[in-house]
């Protein structure tokens, strides 16, 4: 059998060889097991699934799963994003939600996320946990399940309807009164994903004349990859410029990442997007609070927090790790740049379809557009500049091992000033320029993110990281 592992953001294999019917009863039973564990087994559990291959079948397998265990189920009437499921977690008063989705994996892939009762990112302790019950379950080979029939019957399944309730509070959340005052012409892009209508709709609904695009199901997302970036928006910037659009927002598979194209066609990168909303939130909303980043994410972030006067936290890569922050309170914004965020007053889970709608509002309310906008912050903070390489090497563990214990004085031209091992290893560079390496989870891949204070010193520093691993592949 196929180790079953619980990466940054749940498990994920590929359908009929590690994503089984099998397999996926297990975690189930993990799941219910943990409930137990946690004395919540009272209460239901939330389940979910997205616009993937077999998706409501893995999500009614789950149900007979949790029903032969006598855990009650509230399976969700049609495919829905990840943090809609997420805030019916509270909204419903769940123990938690099982979604099935592989987010913006490639169309052979699906997965399973566990969102615990606070309605965010399963936490490295309770992944811990799961993965011991998945040990044990796997071992006895022996998985309890009843027909749905059986758990209707039994009043141990419902199946709900989800989309009103989180379309209610995601219009307490944006300012649509701003939004139809407007003259805003929105292209959207639900890349087949189960965000489809969901912005759209909402858009239209406050008088913005709106365009949806790839917004029918799909399981081969339309031989792409749903993954809203630079790479895969092509579509989403050709529609943009022919309809002489303001802006493209765009959701990936389950909508928990967002993507934006401004009027020229221009991917606007993750990054500066959290930059655009702190500033929204802070000069146009009045509001304050923690801004809470990602060892990968902007340090522009930074100013904005000094210059504001408000408390920056970093945490480790992962959403967990800022939905922890959120639920302490008090955080404005928290963001990686991986393309999630969240608000205050939301969920501690990134929400991509209340982000592509804060960014409407920020234009209807500046009266103004994203590119302009984003030009003022730099006048006002100053521009970075940023990539991310993902650089092959087999051996990754043990060559970012010796990068830790031993690391390098200089990268290029640039002095190593401090170093930061909260997630692998940050070199903080003279001149205000940074790199960060660590791992990737899933691949024989090494992560490296790049900042620098002007395009030249970016290009000089990519230049070394690539001398590095042309000497290590030699």
Known sequence: MTAIRFGTDGWRDIVADGFTMENVRIVAQAIASYTKETGQQEQPILVGHDTRFLGRRFAEEIVSVLAANQIRSYLVNEAAPTPAVAFGVKHFAASG??????????????????????????????????????????????????????????????????????????????NLDMLRESSLSVVVDAMHGAGMGYVSSLLAEAGVKTVGIRETPDAAFG????????????????????????????????ADRFGVVDRFGQYIPPNDVLVLLTHHLVKNRKLTGRIVRTVATTHLLDRMAEHYDLELVETPVGFKYIGEQMRKGDVLIGGEESGGASILGHIPEKDGVLINLLLAEL????????????????????????????????????????????????????????INRMDGIKLLLEEGHWVLIRPSGTEPLVRIYCEATNATALSKLQEAIRDWFSEINV
Request: proline share 7%; charged share 25%.
């Open 363 to 418: 234009v209807a309310y500046e009266n103004k557009e994203l590119d302009q906008i984003l030009r003022e912050v730099y006048d006002q903070f100053g521009e970075l500049f940023h990539t991310r390489l993902d650089m092959r090497l087999a051996e990754k563990d043990q060559w970012i091992s010796q990068m830790v214990t031993t690391p390098p004085q200089r990268i290029g031209p640039y002095a190593v000033k401090a």
């Open 223 to 254: 031989g792409d990859l749903p993954e809203p970036n630079d790479r895969h928006l092509g579509l989403l910037k050709k529609e943009v410029l022919e309809r002489k659009a303001t802006l493209g927002l765009a959701n990936d598979g389950d």
């Open 97 to 174: 939600a099982i979604m099935v989705t592989a987010s913006h994996n490639p169309p052979e892939y699906n997965g399973i996320k566990y969102i615990p009762e606070y309605a965010g990112p399963a936490t490295p302790e309770i992944t811990a946990r799961l993965e011991a019950w998945i040990n044990q379950i796997a071992s006895a080979k022996e998985v309890p399940t009843v027909s749905l029939a059986a758990a209707a019957r039994d009043r141990l399944l419902q199946v709900i309807v989800l989309r009103p309730h989180y379309e209610a509070h995601l219009r307490r959340m944006v």
